[in-house]
């Protein structure tokens, strides 16, 4: 896919993996739609991607609104003529144990995470398919290809985009539009910090969970950026960022029932 001269809409772009994917795509002339809540964020990102013959258009989205989702696509086509790869990479996490999580959280964190995916993939499907070379970009994580314990909805939300993107995929060929699935490792965003925790976990727990998992976010987000604009050009149906992930990914097609006893030693 040549990138330039494309239009791409970007959820989650106000910082981590998203603002390095939209300055990747930017990097290769990509016009862009920014999406997020963060709205300083936003504009931080449109400016480190702003040139010359560069259309930026930036849009306060929360993915987990119905209406807000239904009604983007015609929001984004007032700035832009088309439409041509729509990257959802907005995801939020929760900690905590199945037990110790309610299903207002659960849900909260499917709405973004699963429904956001399915819901803007839906929406933008028309126009992506007008464009005659299109492509959609789910991310996924290293936890849509395990699933460690703490993480059951997580997991479960990152698995259910998995599958979807792999059945979707097979549903489009043919059609111009592809489907490339993400599965980032230990990339160093603030996921982690802005995690939404488990009433039932004590701020000791919360502590000690967090340092563990920061200790394991060391990809700068800039790399991770551009080896999934690569990925993009190149058309590659998934992508699996990161030594730790492809690890973990290896391991867990030797041992599918059993992997964790190797990997949770770490």
């Known amino acids: 896919m040549k990138l330039a001269g494309k239009t791409a809409v970007v959820t989650g772009a106000a910082g981590g993996i998203g603002r390095a994917i939209a300055c990747s795509l930017g990097r290769r002339g990509c016009h862009l739609a920014l999406a ?8 931080e990102t449109a400016s480190l991607v702003s040139s010359r013959g560069l259309r930026v258009s930036c849009h306060l989205l929360d993915v987990g609104d119905r209406q807000a989702v239904a009604g983007f696509p015609a929001t984004v086509s ?12 907005a995801g939020v996490a929760l900690g905590g144990s199945f037990e110790q999580t309610d299903e207002a959280d659960f849900e909260w964190l499917f709405d973004i995470n699963f429904w956001g995916v399915v819901r803007l993939t839906r929406a933008f499907l028309p126009l ?7 492509r959609i970009v789910n991310l996924s994580s290293l936890f849509g290809l395990i699933a460690p314990p703490g993480q059951t909805a997580y997991s479960a939300s990152k698995f259910a985009v998995r599958g979807f993107s792999d059945a979707l995929r097979h549903e489009l060929e043919g059609s111009g539009v592809g489907i490339t699935t993400v599965h980032p490792g230990g990339v160093a965003t603030s996921i982690a910090r802005s ?32 080896i999934i604009a690569q990925a993009i050009e190149r058309d590659r149906p ?8 492809k690890f973990a990914a290896l391991v867990e097609r030797l041992l599918p029932s059993s992997y964790w006893r190797v990997i949770g030693r770490g």
């Open 128 to 134: 992506l398919r007008a464009s005659g070379e299109a």
């Open 36 to 43: 997020d809540l963060n709205e300083a964020g936003l504009e």
């Open 195 to 226: 995690a939404r925790m488990s009433k039932a976990i004590s701020a000791a727990e919360q502590a000690r969970s967090l340092k563990r998992f920061q200790h394991l976010l060391k990809m700068p987000p800039e790399h991770a950026g551009e």
């Open 78 to 89: 007032a700035d832009h003529p088309g439409v041509d790869l729509l990257v959802n990479n």
């Open 238 to 245: 998934r992508v699996i960022v990161g030594s730790d992930a």
